[in-house]
């Protein structure tokens, strides 16, 4: 069974960076086909696609955070994390990470519980 799980601060002050680290067991984060995502809600707000680190280690993040996002991975610890630089009020969210084949369409099969991050001003 795979299992995620988020860490992290849960206050950022603003202009700051916020990193997020998601712990993953039951399966490794350089298998190949697979996709490792970061995912945030708003409150009030849907679900926001943030950006993917693939098996391979390549990267996609979403355009609308222009260029503010990045996602790492440590391998050895079979951890993938998320940088979020230049914090601000909007950025306050519940942010999860998930996997799922990396196919187009394909859901997301696993998810962590989620982790609250609030930006301070």
């Known amino acids: 069974q795979v299992q995620l799980q988020e860490s992290g601060p849960g206050q950022v002050n603003a202009s700051q960076t916020l990193s997020l680290l998601c712990t993953v067991s039951?399966?490794?984060?350089?298998?190949?086909?697979?996709?490792w995502v970061w995912i945030r809600q708003p409150p009030g707000k849907g679900l926001e696609w943030m950006g993917v680190?693939?098996?391979?280690?390549?990267?996609y993040t979403n355009p609308s955070l222009k260029s503010r996002a990045s996602i790492s991975r440590d391998t050895n610890r079979n951890q993938f994390s998320l940088h979020l630089t230049s914090v601000a009020p909007e950025d306050t969210a519940v942010y999860c990470c998930?996997?799922?084949?990396?196919?187009?369409?394909?859901?997301?099969?696993?998810w962590g519980g989620g982790t609250q991050v609030t930006e301070s001003t």
């Open positions: 039951g399966a490794s984060i350089a298998t190949n086909y697979y996709a």
């Open positions: 680190i693939l098996g391979d280690g390549t990267t």
């Open positions: 998930a996997s799922g084949l990396a196919v187009p369409g394909a859901a997301y099969d696993y």
